[in-house]
């Protein structure tokens, strides 16, 4: 038979171990926001955010994804969003949008930079370091 105060120590230890865990795991998630005409002038508007513009039927989006999510958790001083052109077409059409993926950097809401295409990991580390604080 176990001492009751062991018991409840133990469950206080557990509770504070679990939290920790959890805390810890929150800090590694970097959210990749998800941009639409409604929101995307409100996000772009502060600090850097580097956006990437995509489609649904489009391969190398698809494989673009997990990198840009992947640098999104390196680069933690630059937001980073994607934007689906074919949702938001408006807004692909006001930033002259013509190939996906296309990714721009924006700084205070104006654009700065503008890579097209499948960059891999080395593309977006590129653009990122150019914008280093």
Known sequence: MEDPEIEKIKQRRLAEMLKQRAEAAA??????????SANFDM???????????????CGPCRLMHPVFERMAK???????ARLNVDRSQDIAMRYGVQAIPTFIMFKNGQPQDRMMGAVGELGIHRIAQKYQM
């Open 27 to 36: 800090q590694n998630q970097v959210e990749v926001s998800e941009l639409d």
């Open 43 to 57: 996000v772009i508007s502060g600090g850097l955010v580097l956006v990437d513009f995509w489609a649904e039927w």
């Open 74 to 80: 390196k680069y933690r001083h630059i937001r980073f």
